[in-house]
């Protein structure tokens, strides 16, 4: 459904010239991609950069009239390789530290998150123990081969469904499916060594 | 029990969920790239009809999801193609088919099918002669084997008597009911098939046994009854209206069929035909052979036909005149029938003229 919804909005943009459509579908898929962004990244601004970037590169993509199956498995594509692309420029640290500098700098309001009234500390906190337990995690899944390492952050952090985690990993479903039931497999072995 | 990652891993998926950029940075960002949308797309533009739907096929459908469909797709399709071309091409394979041939029954059955389906007793009429000129051509492709098979050739040979007796009735019945011409144009075709088949049937004599030789002559006595019904369906259109058929036409037409008749025989046909278009009148006269044989071929018969005076002084004779080329054509194969008959049972038949060995079978038969 969702996937209907966006070839809509797409549909619209290219024969209505309509760039409102995109306006919803950045609306849709920001906070995704940000998350997802975040989880890898030492710090908000990089996330957000990487956020901005995704969509501008997503309607060049769509400005080219290149074919999409799927809008959102294209916007995880596209961070993914901006996120490879910074770690490539320089490894990441993910280190409390600098994590804690950056986020404690948020100036923003009080906002509700999930029903919860959270301060900007009580937010910064959450960010941190995701990026704390993201980068533990990572360093753990670091044994593991690169393909099964997506897979199982895609599918089991970003709760993506497969028809996108195929779509990121340019994967046929089943190939990604069988993918992640190995890489379970792998996960488990590591779990009982450590 | 279940991996520590994994529960981590799901942990961390609950703690993603209270992640939330700036609100702040999410509206100015959507309004950056809002901009950068409006100064990049053209003015809006009458966009074509057909490139609507194109991009609306492209986007709700692209290619990958064909992909996924195109293996049932083509699999039905091919179903569809196997079933409807498939039978199209096993029939128009058929048709090249021979007696023997795996598709052979499927021609038969296809033609038959295709006579009951015409409409009209012309267009059946139609599709017997034309399906009579297969009948032809498998004769002649049997034939033309290295080593003749009898048993084939004699299967032929009653096909064809058969289809002959048939194409008679249906001529008949075609020159009652339709028009004139109709029944002319059919007649002519008959005509000229029935020859063709009294001849092919002689080709396949060359290297028959004398058994065969003589269901092949039964075969040729048919067709040749066949070949005189058309002359007469011409006479008597002629006759009824002198347009739609010359006088002419009717004379050559007796003049070939006696001919090739003669030359299959090898009898004599007491016929004589004499045609003088410059008095506008066809004369067709049938008299006694000029041989000495001793056969009892017809009595004399004289016609007058097509009178441009306009007489028709003859009009009932020509049944009776067409009777007689027929009891002559007849009696000529069975002559030729007992020489073959006479040459199984081993006679010492006399070598010489056709005149002689007529004469020694009929004394034997006598």
Known sequence: MSNIIDKYLLFRLRTKQDPEAFATLYDRYVEAIYRFSILKLSSKEEAEDVTSETFTRAWQYIQERNEITHFRALLYRIARNLIADRYRRAKPIISLEAITS???????????????????????????EAQAEASLII??????????????TLRLVDDLPFSVIAGI???PVGTVRVL?????????????LS | MKSNLLIKMKELRHRERFIKPDEAWIRATRQTLLLRAEQALPPQS????????????????????????????FAVFSFIVLILGGSMMSVSASERSNPGDFLYGLKIVTEQTRIAIASGKNEKLKLKTEFTGRRVSELRAITSAPQTDNQKVSEMASVLKQDMSTLKDQLAEVSKESTPAAAVEAAKKIDTQTNDVIVALQESKVNLNAETKAQVTEAQSAASETGVKAIEVMAVKHQEDGGTVSASDVAAAIKEHAKIVTDVTNVPLPVIVTTSTASGTTLVVITAPTSTSSSTLPLPVALELGSSTGTQATTTTIPTLLDQVKDATSQAFAIQKEKEVASSTQVNVQTGTSTTIITTTSTKNE
């Open chain 1, 139 to 152: 360093s753990k899944l670091e044994r593991l081969k690169e393909d099964y390492r997506d897979v199982l």
């Open chain 2, 46 to 73: 009458k966009v074509k009809t057909s490139t609507i739907i194109k991009d609306a096929v492209s986007t709700i459908f692209p290619a990958t999801t064909f992909q996924y469909m195109t293996r049932p797709v």
């Open chain 1, 102 to 128: 950056v986020t404690f700098e948020s100036d923003m309001a009080s906002e509700s998150v999930e029903g919860k009234f959270m301060g900007d500390k009580g937010r910064a906190s959450v960010v941190i």
């Open chain 1, 180 to 192: 992640f039931h190995r890489a379970m497999k792998a996960l488990e072995k590591i779990d009982s």
């Open chain 1, 169 to 171: 990993l340019e994967k």
